[in-house]
């Protein structure tokens, strides 16, 4: 169904981004939503109040976060996958920004995740300060490379 959602949204000139959204569709996909899923949940508690998911697109896993009772910000580049997101009416707080210059103040959020982003930042040191920046000093970050 997402793939659907993103053909419909972009061009042809992002083909990038469907396939990415068509990866998560396949088995492997899938199986690695779980792991990433299952892995998040062993880190989430109850001193955890805000937490920010940096190139959260879809809101794949944004929105099971945020069912589960957490305040969550959904950070994107691009504001087509936040629109999506938004249209699934969920509290996650959509927010257009980069993930190299956060719209956010210094120690905003209690838990960090960044899925499958690292790849399509420029200057992972500037990403690295500013995911610094926001994480309240005894917080937790939690970033992956996917499909390299």
């Given at each position: 169904?997402?793939?659907?959602?993103?053909?419909k949204l972009?061009?042809?000139?992002?083909?990038?981004?469907?396939?990415l959204g068509y990866r998560f569709s396949t088995k492997y996909g899938q199986y690695y939503t779980?792991?990433?899923k299952n892995f998040i949940n062993k880190f989430l508690n109850s001193?955890?109040?805000n937490l920010l998911d940096i190139g959260c697109g879809t809101g794949r896993f944004a929105i099971p976060i945020c069912k589960k009772g957490y305040n969550v910000v959904g950070l994107d580049f691009d504001r087509f996958p936040l629109l999506?997101?938004?249209?699934r009416d969920v509290d996650v707080?959509?927010?257009?920004?980069?993930?190299?210059?956060?719209p956010f103040m210094d120690e905003s959020f209690d838990f960090i995740i960044s899925i499958g982003v690292i790849k399509y930042i420029e200057h992972f040191d500037y990403f690295l300060d500013e995911c610094h920046r926001v994480l309240q000093k005894d917080g937790f970050r939690s970033c992956n490379r996917i499909y390299q």
């Open positions: 169904m997402e793939v659907i959602l993103w053909m972009y061009t042809t000139k992002r083909v990038n981004l469907i396939l779980k792991k990433v001193d955890i109040k999506i997101m938004q249209k707080d959509p927010i257009q920004g980069n993930a190299t210059d956060l």
